[in-house]
């Protein structure tokens, strides 16, 4: 017996509809309730354990560097952004249910710990260094793991996962350091110090002024090993399996190192920092800015093949290759067309770096399935909001691209990027060439003459105006 064909009924006539728990709604309901469950059980056990004056003092205190951490993140995100639904997920995942996992399997394990072996000054000692790195770092890795799962699409490569690591170990950070700080200012209340020389100043120097990154750090190390997995082929699952596994053990590792320097002597903590933390940071850094910038030369390198069959014009691989040439076209398009232009060209501008990246991934050979669908899905995208888009794409061109050297026959002044007429072309000629080549006219790619609506005529990348190759044309 064949399966029915996927665009007909079942064989017995009655209709099937995805389960209940298929809807999305359903699915989205069920997260957002476990998250607000998370966070006010998280709020409660916090509160009992500061007191209602130091929670707040703490939450003062633990909300100061989470604006710069996630503007750092959503900065290396900026070539190809994603969702703010998959960041809001990512933040509320590491502050409420990764924190909430934390407290509760190191309570519990402690506990164990200290009444199996009678003495509780090695079980806090064993639950800082073993216990809490394999926890916090498997609780924060979970929204990584969701992420890559449901959300694929969006996850393409290394700062895909850098950033909603980075995003969820700012959100778990963020609830540890209320915890901690709250229990610094209750302990000052005791105590009566106050000023410099108080615990409250002391741990806010060291997680807040210090240390800010620490748990980003760690967590980023899992991101970069799913990362990598993402840029793997779909026939590569082992590895695709061992490489975010490497990157939690790495993650647990260098969490397990940071929290036992203070057993290291008197000055462990500051070697490990200066000797480990500050270059593992610093090389990180590095690593993630040289992604961003590969990946915009991703886009030039691969958006003028559709440029030269007519999606695109001749100069927008260029300026969707520069961070700058972004900027002033959003900027163009808002003081021209208003807000809602300049968003549409934010759009389109993420939509040709995906559409580039898939093509990247396409031609390596790690392309997925639905290659030629995805395709389609982003040029319909781009071409829905050409009218807006170019205009100011053209406008900072001009204004970013470097001179081109103009022939003695070309009038004596300077022409700019991919607008300077050649003089072998004549009077009335246009090169459209730019830094990264000459396409000619979009008429030689399917644009018929005087065409200025609808689709490139051409074929050759499965165009709306012509039949879409079934199969992928990378496989």
């Known amino acids: 017996m064949h399966p029915p ?50 929670f707040l003092v703490g939450l003062g205190l633990a909300v100061l560097p989470v604006p710069l951490l996630v503007a750092v993140f959503r900065w290396l995100d900026r070539v190809e952004p994603g969702p703010w639904r998959n960041l ?6 590491g502050a409420c249910a990764a924190a909430l996992i934390a407290i509760v399997a190191n309570s519990f394990a ?29 609780a924060k890795a979970a929204a990584v793991l969701l992420v890559f799962l449901f959300r694929r699409r969006d996850f393409t490569g290394i700062v895909d996962g850098v950033v909603i690591a980075g995003i969820t170990a700012t959100g778990f950070a963020f609830t540890e350091n209320i ?3 709250g229990t610094a200012f ?24 210090m240390s800010p990154f620490a748990h980003p750090l760690f967590t980023v ?27 939690l053990l790495l993650a647990m590792s260098m969490h397990a190192l940071w929290n036992g320097s203070s057993s290291f002597g008197e000055f462990g903590f500051f070697a490990v920092y200066v000797a480990i933390m500050v270059p593992a940071f610093g090389l990180l850094t ?30 927008e691989p260029f300026a969707l290759g520069s961070m700058r ?36 991934r396409g031609r390596r050979g790690r392309a997925n399935a639905d290659f030629v669908v995805r395709e389609r899905e982003l040029l319909n995208e781009l071409w829905r909001r050409k009218d807006v888009a170019r205009p100011a794409l053209d406008h900072a061109a001009r204004m970013t691209a470097p001179p081109v050297p103009v022939p003695m026959a070309a009038p004596p002044w300077p022409m700019y990027g991919a607008y300077g007429s050649h003089g072998s072309h004549g009077s009335h000629g246009s090169s459209y060439g730019h830094p990264y080549g000459s396409y000619g006219h979009p008429q030689s790619y399917g644009y018929p003459q005087g065409h200025s609506s609808g689709y490139p005529a051409g074929q050759a990348y499965g165009y709306p105006g012509g039949p879409y190759p079934a199969p992928n044309p990378y496989q």
């Open 5 to 54: 064909h996927p665009g007909g009924a079942p064989e017995d006539g009655v209709l099937r509809h995805a389960h209940w728990w298929q809807r999305r709604w359903v699915r989205y309901g069920a997260l957002i309730t476990l998250l607000a469950l998370s966070g006010l059980v998280i709020l409660a056990l916090v509160r009992e354990q500061t007191g209602t004056e130091g």
């Open 88 to 93: 809001v997920f990512a933040f509320a995942w």
């Open 110 to 138: 402690t506990r164990w710990i200290a009444m199996a072996t009678a003495d509780p000054s090695g079980a806090d000692t064993l639950g800082a260094t073993v216990i809490a790195p394999v926890v916090e770092e498997s």
């Open 179 to 181: 915890l901690y700080l």
């Open 186 to 209: 209750g302990t000052d209340q005791l105590t009566g110090d106050s000023g410099i020389s108080s615990v409250t100043a002391a741990t806010f120097f060291v997680r807040v002024v």
């Open 221 to 247: 190390l899992t991101g970069i090993g799913f990362g990598i997995a993402a840029l793997s082929g779909e026939g590569r699952q082992l590895r695709r399996a061992l490489l975010p596994l490497a990157g």
């Open 286 to 315: 590095w690593l993630v800015v040289w992604t961003r910038q590969r990946e915009l030369r991703t886009v030039r390198e691969e958006l003028p093949a559709y440029a030269a069959a007519g999606w695109l014009t001749p100069a």
């Open 325 to 360: 040439a972004r900027r002033l076209a959003r900027v163009y398009a808002r003081r021209h067309l208003g807000r809602s232009a300049a968003r549409e060209v934010a759009r389109y501008e993420a939509y040709a770096t995906s559409l580039a990246f898939l093509r990247h």
